[in-house]
């Protein structure tokens, strides 16, 4: 039995959670409301202020979705009670980024500037022109949109100029040896 799968999630105070047919399931709380659908294999129940996941019998696929249903549920939760956040730090000479409404006006030492504009339900902040925080209640679309802004200038190992995750390291490479006599 899957040790993340059989763990209940609990519902928080506020979190109002709904299951439709095909099991689907919405999630509403004070910061947005997030709606999915997963395998109809799986057996989804909302008692009282706990969501329980089951599975049917120990096939491969059903034992791999059990975990997973159950661990997109929680983020679901979380993500309308707390909300997530992914920072990402500018370092390089020259990198600088700014915010202009809902767009990021990124300098990233092309010969032009990078302009990504924010999706729904995401908010970025820029609290200094090196430091980049994006956070929203979805948890994929979180994700998705901070890689969006890393690959515009990935981080090299020479010097560690790019664009990085705050807790990523990167392995730094030694450079050229001097010419040998």
Aim: positive net charge; charged residues 20%.
């Amino acid at each position: 039995m899957s040790r993340i799968g059989r763990a209940p999630v609990a519902i928080p105070a506020g979190v109002e959670v709904t299951l439709a047919d095909n099991n689907v399931v919405t999630v509403k709380g004070p910061k947005g409301t997030l709606t999915q659908q997963f395998n109809a294999n799986l057996t989804i129940n909302v008692e009282g202020n706990v969501i329980t996941v089951a599975r049917p019998n120990d096939l491969k696929e059903n034992r791999a979705l059990h975990g997973l249903t159950r661990s997109l549920i929680n983020n679901m939760v979380v993500g309308v009670t707390e909300g997530f956040k992914k920072t990402l730090e500018v370092n390089g000479v020259g990198y600088r980024v700014a915010l202009e409404g809902n767009k990021l006006v990124m300098n990233l030492g092309f010969s032009h500037q990078v302009i990504m504009e924010a999706p729904a339900g995401i908010t970025v902040e820029v609290p200094n022109p090196n430091l980049i925080i994006v956070s929203g209640y979805d948890k994929q679309l979180v994700g998705q949109f901070a890689a969006n802004i890393r690959e515009k200038r990935l981080p090299e190992p020479y010097k560690g100029k790019g664009i990085k995750y705050s807790d990523e390291v990167i392995r730094r490479k030694v450079g050229k040896t001097g010419a040998k006599k």
